[in-house]
C-alpha cells in the first residue's frame, strides 16, 4: 500500500453481506481505501456461500480481500453507537439491505449525511427502492431469472438454467464501485456527497444491455450474431469454434475436409447461414467427432480460424498463457493455505502487494485496533466485550 493509490487515505465502512456490497468494498480496498467490514457477532453470511475453511469460503476471501472486520451487535446500544461513529468518519458508507432497514438503526442516508455532509452511501438492494417487487427477497438466481438471463443458458431440453458463479451478484459490485469511484472524484473536486442505488435488476440489465435492446427492435427473441460460432464434440472432448467470415467458413469447411460444404447454396453469406444453422452444425459435427481437440485446435490455428478448448479450471491454471500474463497467483492465507488469486485488471500484481491485500480477514479480527482509533480505551473495550456490543477475534 502506497499514499500514491487512488483511494489511499480514503476510509469506507462496508455494512454490506453476500456478494455484491463485499465485491464493491473490496475493490476499493484493491485501489488503497481502508475498507472496515461491519459483521454481525456471528459473521457475515457470505461467510457460509460454499465449503467452509476455517471461517472462510472461496467466496468470502475472494469477495473481502484487503479488508479489516470489527464485529458489532447493531441491535445493542453500544454497537450502534460504534456503528454510527464509524459512519461519521468514513468518506463511503455501503450497505445492501432491503429498503427501510438502515433507517431503523439510524444509518440511513439521510442520517449519514445530517452527520457527514460530503458521505457518498451506496445502496445494494435486489429490486431497487419503488415498485411492486422493492421488498421481495433476492439472490442471483432470482434476477437471472427475472431478467430473462438464464434464457440464454438454455439446455439441449430447452430449459432455462442458471450461469452457477454468481454473475449478476459480480456485474452488481463492478457497476456499484464504478458508481463510488465517480463519486468520489465529484466529492474530491466539488465536496458534494451523493447517494447511490444500485440494484440487482439494473445490472442485470445494463449487463444485458444489446441483448434487450435486439429484442425490443426485433420483435422477439434475436437471431444469433453470426454462423458457425460453436462448441463440437471432439474424440477426446470439446472445442468452440467461431467462423466470423466468409474466409473462416471456407477454411473451416477445408480443414474437416469438406471443402463442398462452403459452396452448398444454403450457406452462402451470414444470413443463410444464420437460417440453415441446424443443419449446418449437424455436418460439423459429425466430421469434429472423429478426430482429437488438439488435432483440430492445430489445423485451424494453422489457417486463422479462431478456437478454443473447453477447458477445466485446472487446465486454465496450468496453461502457458495464464502463467505468462500472471493471471492467477498463489499466495498464503491464515487458516486456509495457499489459495489462487485471481489479478484484477489495473491493480498492481498480487506478488507485489502485502498479504493483507490477498486475504480476507476473521470475524472481528481488527475490533480493538479499530475502537482503539476512534477513542476507545481498553476499559471500555473489555465491557463492550462483556455484554456482547462486539466480538473480539
Known sequence: MTDKEAFSGVRVLDLSQGIAGPHSAMLLAQHGADVIKVEPIAGDWGRTLGRPYGQNTAHSIAFNRGKRSIALDLTKPRGL????????QSDVVIEAFRPGVMAKY??????????????????????????????????????????GLMTVARSSDGVPNRLTMIPVDVVTGLYA?????????????????????????????AF?????????????E?????????????????????????????????????PEVAANPDYQ?????????????????????KQP???WAEKLTAVGVMNAPVQT????????????????EYVEHPGVGTIAVAQIPGTPPVASQPISRSRSPLIGEHTAEILGEIGFDEAEICAMQVDESIAVQ
Open 222 to 258: 434475436p437471431q444469433p450474431l453470426y454462423s458457425p460460432v460453436a462448441t463440437m464434440r471432439t474424440s477426446d472432448g470439446y472445442l468452440n469454434v467461431t467462423a466470423m467470415r466468409e474466409q473462416h467458413f471456407a477454411a473451416l469447411c477445408e480443414v474437416i475436409g469438406r
Open 269 to 289: 453469406g451470414r444470413e443463410l447461414r444464420i437460417k440453415n444453422e441446424a443443419s449446418l452444425l449437424a455436418i460439423l459435427r459429425t466430421e469434429f467427432a
Open 81 to 88: 453507537e460504534v456503528g454510527r461513529m464509524l459512519m461519521k
Open 106 to 147: 439510524g444509518l440511513a442516508y439521510e442520517d449519514a449525511k445530517a452527520a457527514n455532509p460530503g458521505i457518498v452511501y451506496l445502496s445494494i438492494n435486489g429490486f431497487g427502492s419503488r415498485g411492486p417487487n422493492a421488498m421481495l427477497p433476492v439472490t442471483d438466481a432470482v434476477i437471472q431469472a427475472f431478467s
Open 208 to 220: 444485458q444491455a444489446a441483448k434487450i435492446m435486439e429484442y425490443h427492435l426485433e420483435g422477439g
Open 313 to 328: 479450471y485446472g487446465d486454465f491454471l496450468d496453461h502457458p498463457q495464464t502463467k505468462a500474463l500472471s493471471a492467477v
Open 177 to 205: 464501485f464504478q458508481s463510488v469511484a465517480t463519486a468520489l472524484v465529484r466529492k474530491f473536486r466539488f465536496g458534494t456527497g451523493s447517494h447511490i442505488e444500485a440494484s440487482l435488476m439494473q445490472a442485470a440489465a
Open 293 to 295: 481437440t488438439g488435432h
